[in-house]
Nanobody, 128 residues
């Protein structure tokens, strides 16, 4: 089990950038596939991006490709989400997620049902 704490959310104008961080407790961070999900008001939680346990494989939902970059530092037990060219439709609570699912570990593709641990979320608001 890991505990996940997100930070870096805030209010930004359209076209701006934010970097989210997620720090994990425990000594097994490098075993987990990690991901970022988001949930906008009135909508279901959706996958945004994931990264394999080694960091060599990443995956993005189509709407953020070319704008968001996920990375991880296993020495610091931290996963990041660099968000550029932000749009109002990116407004949501962003959640960090950890998964021991084999596909998640190897590819960074993390299904909601395969998440073992969730962070509490950080709010990102993009104004137009």
């Amino acid at each position: 089990q890991v505990e996940l704490v997100e930070s870096g959310g805030g209010l930004v104008q359209a076209g701006g950038s934010l970097r989210l961080s997620c720090v994990a407790s425990g000594r097994t961070f490098s075993s987990y596939g990690m991901a970022w999900f988001r949930q906008a008001p009135g909508q279901e939680r959706q996958f945004v991006s994931g990264i394999s346990r080694s960091g060599s494989n990443t995956y993005y939902t189509d709407s953020v490709k070319g704008r968001f970059t996920i990375s991880r530092d296993n020495a610091k037990n931290t996963v990041y989400l660099q968000m550029n060219s932000l749009k109002p439709e990116d407004t949501a609570v962003y959640y960090c997620a950890a998964s021991l699912d084999t596909i998640a570990q190897l590819t960074g593709v993390v299904a909601t049902a395969a998440v073992n641990n969730w962070g509490k979320g950080t709010l990102v608001t993009v104004s137009s």
